[in-house]
């Protein structure tokens, strides 16, 4: 089974006179749809536009697992554990909040950031904040999460190019660019598609430009 979201119907939030634009693909913040909770253990999955100088200013998360994965841009993260970078397109972040972390995100650059994030939920709850930055994450490339049991793979397509979807009992798929088909259904950027109990699906880059997909396997 495939259920679909389109783009466009993401909950839009953040704050548009400070620069932020935020599409949450779950119920978020003053959003709540009791049928749209969680997919497993995820728990969000936001698109994030940040215009120069934008910033979420220093905020606490705990016991969640948070990747961020950059598009356009770069974002300036410092928390709370001493951690300081600059993560960038093709860089994959890992927050682990556990019993508690602040961090800041900002954009420091001089054009917009886009950034998707995803947060989910540990298998158990406690530990101390860790941090890891992965530097232009390879096609093909997998990254495990095992605090949440799940793995995250990178997926770029060219043109007519096509991907067998890892197999498990969840599958989450988020388009970052270009057209994609999928079980019948053509994705453009920022459609997501949740899996489940279905293997083997074939992702195919469609039309001229290519395509890129974070692909969730998810127990």
Not at 11 to 21: H, K, L, N, R, T
Not at 185 to 199: F, H, N, V, Y
């Amino acid at each position: 089974m495939m259920e679909v979201l389109r783009s466009e119907d993401r909950y839009v939030g953040g704050d548009e006179s400070a620069g932020i634009d935020s599409r949450h693909a779950f119920s978020f913040g003053g959003f709540y749809d009791p049928d749209n909770l969680r997919f497993g253990p995820v728990l969000a999955c936001n698109e994030e536009r940040l215009a120069p100088g934008a910033a979420f200013d220093e905020h606490p998360h705990s016991h969640t697992e948070i990747v961020t994965w950059v598009i356009e841009g770069e974002l300036t993260h410092r928390d709370s554990a001493g951690h300081a970078s600059v993560v960038r397109p093709g860089d994959l972040q890992r927050l682990s909040s556990a019993t508690g972390v602040r961090h800041v995100e900002r954009n420091d650059g001089v054009v917009a950031l886009r950034f998707v994030q995803i947060w989910l939920e540990p298998l158990e709850p406690g530990g101390e904040p860790d941090y890891e930055l992965v530097r232009g994450l390879a096609d093909g490339a997998s990254y495990a999460v095992p605090a949440a049991g799940s793995v995250l793979y990178v997926r770029r397509l060219a043109p007519g190019q096509s991907a067998v979807l890892p197999a498990s009992p969840r599958t989450y798929v988020h388009v970052v660019r270009g057209e994609v088909g999928l079980a019948g259904e053509q994705l453009g950027p920022g459609d997501s598609a949740r899996i489940t109990g279905a293997g083997g699906s074939r992702a195919v880059a469609m039309g001229r430009s290519p395509g890129e997909l974070l692909v969730w396997a998810l127990p």
